[in-house]
């Protein structure tokens, strides 16, 4: 598989190229590194035009080196370096059309809900153009301790399970841990009395309707629950082993709970490919990008099929 990585020499982007090398092959795998410098001011640039030319050769030199460091030797020495001008995300998609990349990297802003990578929102800005898989680093937890805790955020439909298939690529450490995970939209167990006494003064029958509600909910947890159990058979080889679980609730909090509780690595998500990421139930792709605490990877599945 053929990889680019976004760097700019940033504590975030070498970690996103640790992040990822954890996950790949030196025997299987390609790297590319992509990288779109600033201009350097170099005083009296305008009568030194080669002082300026020779430091901004050396700025990139050295980024590209600190990101080639954070390799395995197996894979720094096969590493190819792309420089760009312009604004980062579009060299990178463009970039990674041209090469037909199997995984596009960006690095980004851990510890709070707002994605930065080099100096704006290029992670959010590749995630959502992108018609390759995008995994977005976010390092904070770097060391790991092992195993490697990987969760997938699934749905229970053929267009998953094809945004799935890219998992299959990549090189998972000995021992990594899998959780295949889908959540139905409902109302929390704890919700319901509330629902109760507020509907009672002006719904007839509320009860009987928030019970017949329940029931529902109930059923379709179960039949989810049976369906992807059942799927997993024809999944990528780290799902088939994967303990399933059907959650009930706020589809983003539940996922960003599940993250915390297991301490996940991982999250994979699947969205459709021709209609962007906001497709994902709505708006919980975009929650999960701008929310979750782990590294995101989000796989596209093609319409046409």
Same mark, same amino acid.
């Given at each position: 598989m ?17 992040f990822?090398s954890e996950i ?22 305008k009568? @030194? $035009?080669?002082?300026?030319e020779? *430091?901004?050769q050396?700025?990139?030199e ?7 460091s954070?390799l395995?030797?197996s894979?720094a $020495? ?7 001008n312009g ?5 990178l998609?463009?970039? *990674?059309? !041209?090469?037909q ?5 960006v690095?980004? +802003?851990g ?6 990578? #080099? $100096?704006?929102?290029t992670?959010r800005?590749? *995630?959502?153009?992108a018609?390759?898989p995008?995994l977005?680093v976010?390092?904070d937890e770097?060391p790991?301790e092992?195993p490697?805790?990987v969760l997938v955020?699934s ?7 094809r945004?799935a298939e890219p998992?299959?690529? #990549? $090189?998972?450490?000995?021992g990594?841990e899998?959780k295949?995970l @889908?959540?139905?939209e409902?109302i ?10 507020e509907?009672h003064?002006?719904?007839? @029958?509320?009860?009987?309707l ?8 109930a059923?379709?947890?179960?039949n ?8 997993r058979?024809?999944?990528?080889a780290i ?8 959650a009930?609730?706020h589809v983003? !909090?539940?996922?960003i709970h599940?993250?915390? +509780? ?9 969205? @459709?490919?021709h209609?962007?990421?906001r497709r ?6 975009e ?5 979750s605490?782990?590294s995101?990877l ?8």
């Amino acid at each position: 598989m053929k990889v680019l990585i976004g760097v700019d020499g940033s504590q975030r982007s070498l970690q996103a190229v640790e992040f990822v090398s954890e996950i790949l092959s030196a025997e299987k795998d390609e790297i590319a590194l992509y990288f779109s410098p600033p201009r350097l001011e170099v005083e009296g640039a305008k009568q @030194h $035009t080669e002082v300026a030319e020779l *430091a901004q050769q050396a700025f990139v030199e050295a980024v590209f080196a600190k990101a080639k460091s954070k390799l395995p030797d197996s894979m720094a $020495t096969k590493v190819t370096t792309h420089i760009g001008n312009g604004k980062p995300a579009e060299g990178l998609l463009k970039l *990674a059309d !041209e090469l037909q990349v199997g995984l596009i990297v960006v690095g980004a +802003q851990g510890g709070s809900r707002r994605l930065q990578f #080099f $100096t704006g929102g290029t992670a959010r800005a590749v *995630a959502h153009a992108a018609a390759h898989p995008v995994l977005v680093v976010r390092g904070d937890e770097l060391p790991r301790e092992p195993p490697f805790r990987v969760l997938v955020a699934s749905g229970c439909d053929n267009v998953w399970r094809r945004a799935a298939e890219p998992l299959n690529r #990549f $090189t998972w450490p000995s021992g990594t841990e899998s959780k295949l995970l @889908h959540v139905v939209e409902a109302i929390d167990e704890d919700h319901y009395g509330a629902l109760l006494a507020e509907a009672h003064p002006s719904v007839p @029958h509320a009860e009987e309707l928030v019970n017949e509600f329940r029931t529902l909910s109930a059923v379709q947890r179960s039949n989810c629950l049976e369906q992807l159990t059942a799927n997993r058979e024809s999944m990528p080889a780290i799902i088939k082993d994967a303990e399933v679980d059907v959650a009930q609730g706020h589809v983003v !909090e539940q996922i960003i709970h599940q993250v915390h +509780q297991d301490k996940i690595d991982l999250l994979v998500v699947g969205v @459709h490919r021709h209609s962007a990421i906001r497709r994902l139930l709505g708006s919980t792709s975009e929650g999960l990008l701008l929310q979750s605490p782990c590294s995101l990877l989000i796989c596209h599945a093609d319409d046409a099929h």
